[in-house]
């Protein structure tokens, strides 16, 4: 089975402009969440999504948003980039079963913001 | 406030013995306990996770302990390898109470180096 693939990997924007970053889970997997690493606030919570509809949100600003496709393909979208948005975003999926709830990782998205 | 805590940043093991790394968390809506390992510039890898029905789960070199009383796991590595060498992270997860299944709270991570 084929893991959780991100696009692009690498991405480098400037202030003010917006990115989208694309997630596609491992086959059969309907819940994606999105996660964002940075070296000061170690890994942290942006939102999950489940049969295309937003589940759970954390603390973020409304700059980050998301949505999911009927194929369970997840995008996110950050508008009007600011220099701390610099951050490696992984993106996660999982069955969440009764008694599997493991969540499975992708590479991730290296994005710097200049 | 942070829910889950790894109070040691780093950890060194000589090969061949056992690495033990500790995780505290706050949140009692917590039932669902995972390690990963990660390197630099890529994702975590999942190791092995516990419900909080249970207090051990195995699974060849690796163990998670879960003491529900004192909110602490750990993961215990036996024997440790050289390729062990990586940052674990614990995280934790519930449904209920604010928390999610979909949703992971992670701690700071700890730095594992085996050294041959």
């Known amino acids: 089975k084929a893991g959780v693939t991100q696009t692009p990997r690498y991405l480098i924007k400037t202030r003010g402009q917006q990115v989208t970053l694309s997630c596609s889970p491992i086959?059969?997997?309907?819940?994606v969440s999105w996660y964002q690493q940075t070296p000061g606030q170690g890994l942290q919570f942006l939102f999950e999504?489940?049969?295309?509809?937003?589940?759970n949100k954390g603390n973020f600003p409304g700059r980050f948003s998301g949505r999911q496709f009927s194929n369970s393909r997840s995008e996110m979208n950050v508008s009007t980039l600011e220099l701390g948005d610099s951050a490696l975003y992984l993106c996660?999926?999982?069955?969440?079963?009764?008694?599997?709830?493991?969540?499975?990782f992708g590479p991730g998205t290296r994005l710097t913001v200049l | 406030d942070q829910q889950v805590k790894q109070n040691s940043p780093s950890l060194s093991v000589q090969e061949g013995r056992i690495s033990i790394l500790n995780c505290d968390y706050t949140?009692?809506?917590?039932?669902?306990f995972l390690w990963y390992k990660k390197y630099p510039a890529e994702g975590p890898t999942f190791l092995i996770s516990?419900?909080?029905?249970?207090d051990k789960n195995e699974d060849g070199r690796f163990t998670v302990f879960l003491n529900k009383s004192a909110k602490h796991l750990s993961l215990h590595i036996v024997p440790s390898q050289p390729g062990d060498s990586a940052v674990y992270f614990c995280?934790?997860?519930?449904?209920?109470?604010?928390?999610?299944?979909?949703?992971?709270?992670f701690g700071q991570g700890t730095i594992l180096t085996v050294h041959p």
């Open positions: 516990i419900s909080s029905i249970k």
């Open positions: 999504y489940f049969s295309e509809t937003q589940r």
């Open positions: 995280a934790a997860s519930g449904n209920a109470g604010g928390t999610s299944y979909g949703k992971l709270t």
């Open positions: 086959s059969g997997h309907r819940s």
């Open positions: 949140n009692s809506m917590f039932d669902y």
């Open positions: 996660a999926s999982s069955l969440i079963q009764q008694s599997r709830n493991e969540q499975f």
